[in-house]
């Protein structure tokens, strides 16, 4: 069965970085576009960033751009999203998507807290 398994979340202090990974399996990785999501609390769930299949087209909220960046390595069926510049608004557990065959799946998320 398809599942995702996030992980890399963590307390960082504003203006610092972490790197969230998203391991995949039961379905062809290789085949289907990744989506991080994540929701504040309090907040509706919200698409962070996206990646294409083979990596070749991405895109950001408006308020990640220029301090986040989606990847994805094939051979090892992860996503990964790295967030430099990290404002105390990017508070929220984040999670991994995928649609397959029209099924949206999603990962448990993993926390990312930014505070002093």
């Known amino acids: 069965q398809v599942q995702l398994v996030e992980s890399g979340g963590d307390l960082v202090q504003p203006g610092g970085s972490l790197r969230l990974s998203c391991a995949a399996s039961?379905?062809?990785?290789?085949?289907?576009?990744m989506t991080w999501y994540r929701q504040a609390p309090g907040k509706e769930r919200e698409s962070v960033a996206g990646i294409s299949s083979i990596g070749g087209t991405t895109n950001y909220a408006d308020s990640v751009k220029g301090r986040f960046t989606i990847s994805r390595d094939n051979a090892k069926k992860t996503v990964y999203l790295q967030m430099n510049f990290l404002k105390p608004e990017d508070t929220a557990v984040y999670y991994c998507?995928?649609?397959?065959?029209?099924?949206?799946?999603w990962g448990k998320g993993t926390l990312v807290t930014v505070s002093l």
């Open positions: 998507n995928t649609k397959v065959i029209g099924i949206d799946y």
């Open positions: 039961g379905f062809t990785f290789s085949g289907y576009s």
